[in-house]
C-alpha cells in the first residue's frame, strides 16, 4: 500500500508546563523497525500512547494512519491497524495463556505464523500455563505474541526488553526482524534504555532530548558519540559495533 503507514504531523506533547515533544513531523514506513529511546522520563510513552490512539494530556498535532486521520478510524478498523503493548501487562483474570492469545485475534491469519511466533519468542510450551503464574520475562513475551495476534500490521511495544535476561533480548531482537520481514508492509515502533540491543534490533531511531527537541534517522546514523551524549548527556563508549556509557 502507497503513503507511509504511520505519520505524525507538528505533534506536541506536554506534562504540565513543560515540552515533551515539540513539532514532530516524522514517519514511518512498511518495513521499518524504530526505537525511541531517551533518557527517563522524556516522553517516549507518552508517544507511543499518543501514536496508539490513547488518551494522552497535553497533546496537539496529527497523527496520520495511512494518510487518514487517526481520529477519523472507527474502533473496530483502528485495531485491523495497529497493536499496542504497554510496559506492564495488568491481568484483571486468571486467563491460561493459550486463551488470552485466543481473545486476541481481530485479523485471522496464517495459524502457522503465530505457531512461529510462540516458538520464536519461546513461549509455545506455556500455552496451559496461567498468567498469574508467568514470571515477569514470560509474560511480557506472552504480550508481544497477544499483540502480534491482533493481525496489524503496525506493532507499537513499550519497553518490550525490559524483563528479558540476555538470551531472551536477542530471541526478541531476532524475532522483531523477522515478524517485520514475513509480510511487505509491517512496521514496529519500540522504545527501549538498551543501545546494545537497539543497534541489533532497529533501522531506524527516534530519540527524544526531554525539552521538545528530536533527533530522527537511521540507526547507524543517530546511535555515534556525539548524538548519544546530546541524547542521555553523558559520554559514550565505541563496544564492538554497539555503544556503552562511559
Do not use: Y
Not at 15 to 27: M, N, P, Q, S
Not at 67 to 78: G, I, L, M, N
Not at 136 to 159: K, M, N, S, Y
Request: with cysteine; proline share 5%; hydrophobic share 50%.
Amino acid at each position: 500500500m502507497n503513503g507511509a503507514l504511520l505519520e505524525t504531523r507538528r505533534l506536541d506533547l506536554w506534562a504540565g508546563e513543560h515540552r515533551l515533544v515539540g513539532e514532530l513531523d516524522w514517519r514511518v514506513q512498511g518495513g521499518e523497525r524504530w526505537c525511541l529511546i531517551g533518557r527517563n522520563a522524556v516522553g517516549k510513552s507518552s508517544l507511543l500512547r499518543a501514536l496508539a490512539g490513547l488518551p494522552v494530556a497535553g497533546r496537539a498535532g496529527e497523527v496520520i494512519w495511512r494518510q487518514r486521520d487517526q481520529v477519523d478510524w472507527p474502533a473496530a478498523e483502528a485495531a485491523c491497524l495497529r497493536a499496542w503493548m504497554p510496559q506492564q501487562a495488568a491481568d484483571r483474570f486468571a486467563l491460561p495463556v493459550r486463551r488470552l492469545l485466543d481473545l486476541s485475534v481481530v485479523q485471522a491469519g496464517d495459524a502457522s505464523e503465530r505457531d512461529a511466533d510462540l516458538a520464536q519468542l519461546d513461549i509455545t510450551e506455556l500455552g496451559d500455563r496461567v498468567l498469574t503464574q508467568l514470571s515477569g520475562g514470560e509474560r511480557q513475551r506472552v504480550a508481544i505474541a497477544q499483540a502480534a495476534a491482533q493481525g496489524a500490521p503496525l506493532l507499537l511495544l513499550d519497553e518490550p526488553i525490559a524483563f528479558q535476561d540476555p538470551a531472551h533480548q536477542g530471541l526478541v531482537a531476532r524475532w522483531a526482524a523477522d515478524w517485520v520481514a514475513r509480510r511487505p508492509g509491517r512496521a514496529l515502533v519500540m522504545s527501549s534504555h538498551d543501545m546494545h540491543w537497539v543497534a541489533r534490533a532497529a533501522t531506524h531511531v527516534l530519540a527524544l532530548l526531554g525539552d521538545g527537541r528530536w533527533r530522527a534517522g537511521p540507526v547507524d546514523e543517530i546511535l555515534q558519540a556525539e548524538p548519544l551524549r546530546e541524547i542521555f548527556d553523558c559520554e559514550w563508549l565505541p563496544a564492538g559495533g554497539s555503544w556503552l556509557p562511559a
